[in-house]
Every structure is written in structure tokens, then in C-alpha cells.
């Protein structure tokens, strides 16, 4: 049964739903003792498939204990419900988010983008630094508010220890990795291809060819030398600066040696070419409706 304004769990109060995911719904909820607010998942066993669930929800939970880091959710606790050998609900008391994805709303401007790009790279950079490889970023994944100042990677319940060999398939087909796809050692530069595979739709509003295909990309795989290299992000929109766009078509390079070496030369090209983007604001007359410079 789904939970209603006004019901308690574990003395937090639902004040309203917030969404739904694949397998999980968020609520708005109240600590009764502190009147602090929280964001709860929600993750429901229905019948044993849905294990997969409950084990990615303990995951996310797992690693963010892990993680401290500004732009990465933090998850306060975690709630089983169900008998000793078999829980049946399972819910994380999460930090709330101020935005929405960048899925539903992309950046307007290329500053805002690049200036998300950043700090979602600095991020994954401390997710590898403490070990952990986040294996499912996507534009869905990043949260932004309107001016975006206020970002936050979301969803940690693909992570995994850097060096994973991953027993069965895990990502998203329009921005996994080959490695992901044929099963071998997720690494920092997996990251490194989600993220580039992240941009590259933000700025274009198309998907790269990954190694899955057919119309039910899950049913299928291609092997890396058959992967159709993408149209170059500047062909899609020539208002990419040419930096940025060398950059993300570095970042999905099919074999990870052929990647950026890390997160921090991604954050580093990243800033580099926001640099340039407030420069050139600043020599370009605005329009008086507008206060950013290069809309995408």
C-alpha cells in the first residue's frame, strides 16, 4: 500500500510525494523530533525479482556512507522493514534536493552547462579518490536548481569498488560504456564515458552509438570495433566551443586508455573552457531580456 500525506514512518511524517522511479517512490518527509526535512525512497519487494531493488537501495546506502562531498546526495540512514531473514520494505532517508534533472531541464546557457559539468566531474573525482566508481551517470542522475549553483549527483545503487567485474550487465544503453556492456573492469574512465555521453546529449540533444543495439538495446551487444563513432558535438551545434567538444569526444573514445586519464583533467579542461566562456560574456552585449550571453 502506498504511503498518504500524514503517515509516520520510523517518527517521519509524509508530507507529500515527490516522484517515482523504475522501482522506488520519493516522499517529502518531517523528522516529528527535529522538524528537519528529508527526502525517502521508498523500495518495495512485491515478488523476488524485485530483490535487485532492495540490494541496489542497501548499495546506494552503503557507499554514500563512504562519500563527503558538496555535489554528492547525502543519505542520512537506512529503514528495513520485513521479518529477521527477509525484508520486505526498505527506505533511505536522503538529503533533500533542490532541482530537478537535467533530463527534464537542461541547462540554458553553454556557462551553466560547462559550470555543472564541473562540479559533477570534481565529484566523481572524489567518488575515485575514496574508491567507489559511480557506473550509472546520465543526464537523469544530475540535479540542478534554475541558476545552477546548487548541484548534486543523485542515484548511487550502480556504485561500485573501482575494479568491479560486474556479473551481468548494469547501466543505461544510451550512455554505458563498452566495458559495461561486455563485462569487464569498471574503472574511473567508465565515468569518464557516462559523463562524456552525458554532455555530449546535453548539448546536442542526441545520444551516441553505444555497444548496445537493436530496438531492445538490452538483448544486444556489438564488439568495440563495430561501435559507430558519434558525429562530433560540434557538427550537432557549432555553438560548442571547440575545447568542449574535443573534450567530450575524448571522453567517449571507445577503448578507456584512449580516455582522459582521470576526473581531475576532465575538471581541469571543464574549467578551462568555462574561463573562456566568462570571458567572452563579458565582451558580448547582452540583450535586454537575458542576462547570459550564449544560449544553447
Known amino acids: 500500500m502506498e504511503l498518504k500525506k500524514g503517515d509516520m514512518v520510523d517518527g517521519l511524517k509524509v508530507l507529500a510525494e515527490l516522484g517515482r522511479g523504475a522501482a522506488s517512490i520519493i516522499y517529502l518527509v518531517q523528522d516529528q523530533k527535529t522538524k528537519h526535512v528529508w527526502a525517502l525512497k521508498r523500495v518495495t519487494k512485491h515478488q523476488p525479482k524485485d530483490q535487485r531493488f532492495l540490494d541496489q537501495a542497501e548499495a546506494e546506502y552503503r557507499v554514500s556512507q563512504h562519500l563527503d562531498h558538496p555535489c554528492i546526495r547525502k543519505v542520512a540512514r537506512m529503514i528495513k522493514k520485513g521479518s529477521f531473514l527477509s525484508t520486505k520494505e526498505l527506505f533511505l532517508v536522503m538529503e533533500l534536493v533542490d532541482g530537478v534533472s537535467l533530463e527534464r531541464s537542461p541547462p540554458r546557457t553553454f556557462e551553466q552547462a560547462v559550470s555543472i559539468f564541473e562540479r559533477v566531474a570534481d565529484a566523481l573525482g572524489h567518488m575515485h579518490e575514496r574508491g567507489w566508481v559511480h557506473a550509472d551517470m546520465k543526464p537523469n542522475n544530475i540535479m540542478a ?94 555553438k560548442i566551443h571547440p575545447k568542449l567538444n574535443e573534450l567530450i569526444m575524448q571522453c567517449v573514445e571507445v577503448r578507456p586508455e584512449d580516455r582522459p586519464p582521470d576526473m581531475g583533467y576532465v575538471r581541469e579542461r571543464l574549467n578551462l573552457v568555462l574561463g573562456i566562456l566568462r570571458a567572452q560574456t563579458q565582451r558580448v552585449p547582452l540583450d535586454d531580456d537575458d542576462d547570459e550571453a550564449v544560449e544553447l
Open 145 to 238: 536548481d534554475a541558476h545552477g549553483e546548487n548541484v548534486k549527483v543523485i542515484d548511487l545503487g550502480q556504485s561500485c569498488k573501482i575494479g568491479t567485474v560486474k556479473p551481468r550487465i548494469q547501466g543505461t544503453p544510451d550512455y554505458i560504456a563498452p566495458e559495461q556492456v561486455h563485462r569487464r573492469e569498471i574503472t574511473p574512465r567508465t565515468d569518464v564515458y557516462n559523463l562524456g555521453a552525458s554532455m555530449y546529449w546535453v548539448l546536442t540533444r542526441q545520444h551516441i552509438p553505444t555497444a548496445l543495439a537493436g530496438e531492445d538495446k538490452l538483448m544486444g551487444s556489438i564488439d568495440d570495433a563495430l561501435i559507430e563513432k558519434p558525429t562530433p558535438a560540434i557538427e550537432l551545434n557549432p
